[in-house]
């Protein structure tokens, strides 16, 4: 069973700061990672990907990976109240059809 | 309008009752999946199917059964063998040059 960890919630900022995720993952021939945000009540909305080592940005966010230590993170830069959702990290091995899910960071960016 | 449609939006049943979410794809994707989340918990997977008239059990297929005769839609039923349906569930498929994995709006299902 690979394993998806996420650091545990609920995470708080104020506006207009950076809001930091983390995610680290158990198998190590893992080669694509997503994040998905997902709203109360509705389905996860893909945000981010990355595939290689390094930082990965668009827009106000930024996804960072470092396969040797099996860590993907999510900053968000200028945090706005529309940011505040449910954080999900996905991984996906090589050649596997299936994503491993972590449990989700809530996130609430308040005003 | 290409996407991935799920109904019912909501459904309720009766505890003993099998029922049938519905799951179509105009994306012309070969694989689907079906998960379950429950309330702050993260997604499990039900079943998946990477090619029509073949499906694979994902990590809780216990009381589920799916059929896939068509590219384009992928049921999930779910039967009273499972001992606690209430949960929302999401159909998904993976498309793209990498495979990245795209969801419906969902099914939220209540047994009464």
């Known amino acids: 069973q690979k394993e998806v960890e996420q650091n545990s919630g609920p995470l708080s900022v104020p506006e207009g700061a950076i809001a930091s995720l983390n995610c680290t993952y158990s198998?190590?021939?893992?080669?694509?990672f997503f994040w998905y945000r997902q709203y109360s009540g509705k389905s996860p909305e893909l945000i981010m990907s990355?595939?290689?080592?390094g930082d990965k940005e668009d827009g106000r966010f930024t996804a960072q990976l470092n396969k040797a230590s099996q860590y993907v993170s999510l900053l968000i830069r200028d945090s706005q109240p529309s940011d505040s959702a449910t954080y999900l990290c996905?991984?996906?091995?090589?050649?596997?059809?299936?994503?491993?899910f972590g449990a989700g960071t809530t996130v609430t960016v308040r005003a | 309008d290409g996407g991935i449609t799920q109904s019912p939006k909501y459904l309720f049943r009766k505890e003993g009752q099998n029922v049938t979410l519905s799951c179509e794809q105009n994306l012309n994707h070969d694989a689907m999946y079906w998960y379950r989340q429950d309330p702050g918990q993260g997604l499990r997977l039900i079943y998946y199917s990477q090619i029509v008239n073949d499906f694979q059990k994902g990590d809780i297929a216990e009381g589920y059964s799916v059929s896939r005769e068509k590219k384009e839609s992928f049921p999930l039923t779910v039967t009273s063998a499972q001992k606690n349906p209430t949960a929302f569930y999401l159909c998904?498929?993976?498309?793209?040059?990498?495979?990245?994995?795209?969801f419906g709006p969902g099914t939220r299902l209540t047994v009464l």
């Open positions: 990355i595939y290689s080592n």
């Open positions: 998904a498929t993976t498309g793209g040059l990498y495979n990245e994995q795209f």
């Open positions: 198998d190590r021939v893992s080669q694509s």
């Open positions: 996905a991984v996906k091995s090589s050649g596997d059809y299936k994503l491993s």
